[in-house]
């Protein structure tokens, strides 16, 4: 599993952590009850605090992603793909909505925006 | 603190040599003369100096700060000073009765009570001496106590070269013989007696100044 | 008992600076920071935790026990590290061992050897000819040789050069696995502490300015640099202080998320320990 972390970026770290984990998770790369390395090791690898890693799982925890065993680990948990498929609609609709918000500021008209879309979303 | 009087012989063994070189010098010079009380004095005299130098090293090292973060109390810090000044002494001793012993009986000379005497004697004063010197190694540092040393090292050396000459002078009536008789045969016991007090004082003192040390 | 080290209201008065009411907490399993210049009085909080100088008031304790009153049995649970090696120039490894091992019950001597090993100390020289890295190196390992829980470090990492620090710092994220284990270190080199920091205790003139965690620190905080107009337009409460130059301002904010939201077009740059240490000392209000 691979963790970039970058200091220069401007989401915090211990999100930047939670989003790579949470996307590893979604497209399957990492299975239902994959053990996560613990937060002091990865803590360890990464070179920052055990707080940040731990804030990281923590908020996995909460969104429905892993599971933590006391004295055992972290595990991801079992793919609830109603929660995930709103989660990223959320998402996406968030994005479309920034396109839009620069499409009406640059006078871009719908049809426009729709050719993009379609171009990236088929293909060529 | 059976490490830390470990940790002295090591840097004793260490530093070995010098000591050794003027233990060897100190050898030839009595030899020449007919005087065992010179090189048993100074023998043991340096095995109980050696305790200064440990403390120099611990000085130069930063060593008491380090070993205070450890699981020793002062008292033992200061208890195993003690004990190794004894330990020099004996070995001292143990020294300068071999030499002893050899130059004797190259010289065909040998008498063993009057080493045995000697070196008894010179052990209780180096211990008097010691008792007087680690307090005020306490609380001054190596470094400003050398010229205490120099002079209460003096002192019985002053007291025992007059005390001789005097007492060859002295006229004795038998009763005064007789009382000095008595008193010789107990010396021994009084001297034991008497330098265990001074050094369970010099101890304590040592104890108080030692502990309020700020490292 | 969930703090390591707990410090409360220590005084300490020495001729030319003193103490004054220094608080802070070692969580179990943390790394704490201890920043601030020198003289500032790091040096004289760690020899108080550890017995070393005597106090005017304050409570210390270690493990939940108090630090004068179990001394003994604290210290044999503690490895200590300072600025420079403690041990006798004609001492070698082995002779070290010898004795450390009567003085701690759980020294182990196979542990320390394998640490020397790791850390390529040599076995047959003397501490005279080693180099300042293995001094320190050969300390660490015998910190670490009697299984402590808890690790304190004064200035350790100090004139050490970089590969050396990583090594050392890498060691101790290493002993922080164990949640168990602690570490308290002072240190001015703060690119080490931005590295393996909990925790930061800020220690200025002898008083604590802040104990923050680390990530809040350089996370949450941030450095605006801008322009008289804007500076001018800003309200106390948004930042913590700020730095003047002829050319214009550099203004430490306390939540830089928040203010980005309030004021979109201006850029806040992330900060670090040392950044923060220098506002607070060199900055205005």
Redesign the interface.
């Known amino acids: 599993m691979d963790i970039i972390i970058s200091n220069s970026s401007d989401k915090p770290i211990y999100e930047q952590i939670s989003a790579q984990i949470k996307n590893a998770i979604i497209s399957g790369a990492l299975p239902e009850g994959y053990a996560l390395p613990s937060m002091r090791f990865l803590a360890k690898e990464l070179r920052i605090s055990v707080i940040t890693t731990k804030r990281a799982y923590t908020d996995l925890e909460k969104d429905g992603f892993i599971e933590t065993v006391k004295g055992k680990g972290s595990f991801v948990a079992g793919k609830n793909m109603e929660i995930i498929k709103e989660e990223q609609l959320r998402l996406a609709e968030e994005y479309l909505q920034k396109a839009v918000d620069i499409a009406k500021a640059s006078g871009i008209r719908y049809e426009e925006l729709e050719d993009i879309l379609k171009l990236l979303y088929k293909g060529e | 603190m059976k490490g830390l009087i470990l940790k002295d012989l090591y840097n004793l063994k260490n530093n070995g040599k010098s000591i050794i070189f003027v233990l060897v010098v100190f050898s030839f010079v009595s030899f020449s003369q007919n005087n065992i009380g010179f090189l048993i004095g100074y023998t043991i005299l340096l095995g109980s100096m050696l305790v200064i130098n440990t403390m120099s090293y611990d000085n130069i090292a930063k060593w008491d700060k380090y070993a205070l973060t450890m699981p020793v109390t002062r008292r033992d810090v200061v208890f195993s000073k003690y004990l190794v000044s004894i330990i020099s002494s004996f070995m001292g001793a143990a020294i300068a009765i071999a030499l002893c012993f050899a130059q004797e009986v190259y010289k065909n000379k040998l008498d063993v009570m009057e080493i045995l005497v000697v070196t008894g004697i010179v052990l209780a004063i180096d211990f008097l001496f010691i008792s007087f010197i680690l307090p005020i190694v306490y609380k001054f540092g190596v470094e400003k106590s050398r010229i205490f040393i120099l002079v209460i090292f003096i002192i019985p050396f002053a007291i025992i070269m007059v005390g001789r000459s005097k007492f060859a002078k002295l006229k004795l009536s038998p009763l005064a013989i007789q009382y000095m008789n008595i008193i010789l045969q107990y010396l021994p016991i009084i001297l034991l007696l008497i330098t265990i007090l001074v050094m369970a004082v010099s101890y304590s003192i040592s104890v108080k100044v030692y502990g309020n040390k700020d490292m | 008992m969930d703090e390591a080290v707990r410090v409360r209201g220590l005084n300490k008065t020495y001729k030319n600076f003193s103490l004054k009411d220094i608080s802070f907490s070692v969580p179990k ?3 704490v920071g201890l920043i601030g210049e020198n003289g500032a009085g790091k040096t004289t909080i760690l ?1 108080s935790i ?5 106090r005017e008031s304050g409570e210390i304790q270690i493990f939940g026990h108090d630090n004068i009153k179990d ?3 604290i ?2 649970q ?1 490895g ?1 590290v ?1 600025d ?8 070698n490894v082995k ?1 070290i061992s ?8 759980q020294w182990d001597s196979n542990l320390f050897f394998n640490y020397l090993d790791k850390f390529q100390v040599p076995k047959n020289k ?1 501490v005279k000819e080693f180099s300042r890295g293995m001094k320190m190196k050969l300390c660490i390992a015998a910190a670490l040789a009697h299984n402590p829980k808890l690790l ?1 470090l004064d200035e350790a990492t100090g004139g050490l050069d970089p590969v050396a620090r990583e090594e050392i ?2 060691i101790f ?2 002993f ?2 164990d ?1 168990e284990h602690s570490i308290l270190l002072s240190s001015h080199v703060t690119s080490d502490l931005d ?5 930061i205790t800020f220690i200025h003139e002898g008083q604590v300015v802040f104990s923050k ?3 809040d620190l350089r ?1 949450n905080m941030g450095i605006l640099k801008c322009g008289s107009s804007y500076f001018n337009n800003l309200s106390k409460e948004e930042f913590i202080n700020y730095r003047k130059n002829q050319f214009g301002y550099e203004v430490l904010i306390s939540d830089k998320y928040d203010f980005i939201k309030k004021h979109p077009k201006l850029v806040v740059d ?1 900060t670090s320990i040392e950044d923060v240490m220098l506002f607070y000392i060199r900055g205005d209000k």
């Open positions: 399993g943390s790394i020899k550890l017995n070393l100088i005597s001394e003994k049995y210290k044999e503690i200590v300072f420079e090696s403690s041990f006798h120039d004609t001492l002779n010898k004795f450390m091992g009567k003085i701690y019950k003397i304190i710092l890498d994220l290493d922080i696995q949640e590295k393996i920091a909990d925790y965690s680390k990530d996370e992330n």
